[in-house]
């Protein structure tokens, strides 16, 4: 198995069968299609794809492979208050206006709203950005999502590192909020001495 994946990893490098704006995503050569019976997949799952074709696998795990694909680059978390509000960069928020039911003029949304607005929009597309052989994985190449996000394809795991480079503070005091829950723990937060108006936003 190792051999295997060895041989692989070498050929995604060589004939760059990833997204070279996600490289932790993997896009198939025909060929590699017709083997693993997959558009796309995110790195991570490389290893139970080979071995669920073999007999006997061995447990063997992926750590060099991870290590060479998985370099995104890092992005924080926001990890606040779901209602707080943003603005969105403008080809996100095009996006999001054409979910059935979006009010076209809005241009503040809750984080909470956000992530309603746009689990409605992938579902909405289900039939021509998603593989049904890998429904974790998004193909938005051809989309306007994928413009927005500025990838070609991007994994269930990556939607909320993807989502906050959208998001635009409406303010000085709200960065600074938003900057010290991307930071810190929730738990840290509460012992904090800090002004109020920003302690409210947490």
């Excluded at 928020?93 to 984080?111: H, I, N, W």
């Excluded at 309603?116 to 938005?140: E, F, G, H, P």
């Excluded at 394809?153 to 829950?181: K, M, P, Y």
Aim: include cysteine; proline fraction near 4%.
């Amino acid at each position: 198995l190792r051999q295997i994946l060895t041989i692989l990893k070498n050929i995604i490098k060589n004939e760059l069968l990833f997204d070279v704006r996600n490289p932790s995503v993997v896009i198939c050569s025909p060929d590699l299609e017709e083997a693993l019976n997959m558009r796309a997949f995110h790195v991570t799952e490389l290893w139970e794809l080979v071995a669920s074709q073999l007999n006997n696998s061995e447990d063997l795990s992926m750590p060099e492979f991870r290590r060479d694909y998985n370099n995104t680059k890092p992005v924080k978390r926001f990890y606040g208050n779901p209602s707080m509000k943003f603005g969105l960069q403008p080809s996100f928020r095009v996006v999001l206006r054409t979910v059935e039911g979006a009010d076209p003029t809005q241009t503040v949304f809750s984080y909470k709203h956000i992530l309603q607005l746009l689990s409605q929009y992938i579902c909405s597309r289900r039939s021509t950005i998603m593989d049904s052989r890998n429904i974790k994985l998004a193909l938005v190449e051809n989309d306007p999502l994928g413009v927005a996000f500025k990838v070609a394809a991007f994994h269930r795991c990556q939607v909320r590192h993807l989502l906050d480079q959208q998001l635009i503070c409406l303010s000085l005091t709200q960065l600074s909020a938003w900057n010290i829950v991307r930071c810190i723990s929730s738990k840290e937060i509460q012992i904090m001495n800090m002004p109020r108006e920003v302690k409210e936003m947490l």
